[in-house]
């Protein structure tokens, strides 16, 4: 497996100044993806899972891959631009915003829209099926505690509300709630824990609900702001 098999576009569009600090993390398999213009607007979208599945060409080559190399996060954000169901949260999260700023989706808004912003895994390892999950552990909450600590964001974007049942980052909150409602804690760092955007639905309430939360309002706000820039 060699690093050409997969996509390296990200690395014009990312910073790498949060890297040493990420390397001194023993729990942080992966580096987050963190934009080049980050530090503009401090926002930190949450994924869960990275699917490897068994009955695609592709599943046991990705694994093996992201055993053995740190960049799987940066990797997927621009794989998951590229086309295909598996990484649909990718297109609709930016087309979400694309959109509330009045821009067309395209090569140019998209690299703009993920240099704005960091993104990392809940989970550091690869799942083998579409609807599995890593589960709760200690590896996954100190690691996402101590990315939020480096990284310091105005605003954590989850995508799904399930992270909350695994103890996200720390938070003590494990509420079994409705994967539809919106969930929201204002401490320390304001998290935002919306229903996941595979799910088949309208992402405006997801928006009008971002707009209007006071945890969110002002830093969606200024993002959209400068989006339209």
């Excluded at 980050?38 to 990705?62: F, M, Q, R, S, V």
């Excluded at 990797?75 to 959109?99: A, N, R, W, Y």
């Excluded at 993920?114 to 550091?124: G, I, L, R, Y």
């Amino acid at each position: 497996m060699t690093d050409s098999e997969y996509p390296t576009e990200y690395k014009e569009h990312i910073t790498t100044e949060y890297d040493d600090r990420f390397r001194s993390v023993k729990e942080l398999n992966w580096d987050p993806f963190v934009g080049k213009a980050y530090h503009k607007t401090g926002i930190l979208i949450i994924g869960n899972n990275t699917n490897a599945l068994e009955n695609e060409d592709w599943g046991p080559k990705w694994r093996d891959y992201a055993a053995n190399h740190r960049d799987v996060s940066r990797i997927l954000v621009f794989d998951g631009e590229m086309g295909g169901d598996q990484h649909k949260p990718f297109k609709v999260t930016s087309e979400m915003f694309l959109c509330a700023a009045g821009k067309e989706s395209n090569n140019h808004t998209v690299a703009m829209f993920w240099e704005s912003v960091a993104f990392t895994n809940f989970c550091q390892t690869t799942v083998p099926e579409q609807y599995a999950h890593c589960g709760c552990n200690d590896q996954s909450v100190k690691a996402l505690s101590a990315t939020i600590d480096i990284l310091k964001p105005r605003l954590v974007l989850v995508w799904g509300t399930e992270l909350w049942e695994k103890g996200l980052s720390g938070y003590k909150d494990r509420e079994k709630i409705s994967r539809d409602i919106p969930r929201v804690i204002d401490k320390p760092t304001p998290v935002v824990g919306m229903k996941h955007p595979s799910m088949p639905f309208p992402t405006a309430p997801w928006l009008e609900f971002l707009r209007n939360e006071p945890v969110s309002r002002k830093p969606v706000s200024d993002f959209i702001e400068y989006l339209k820039q």
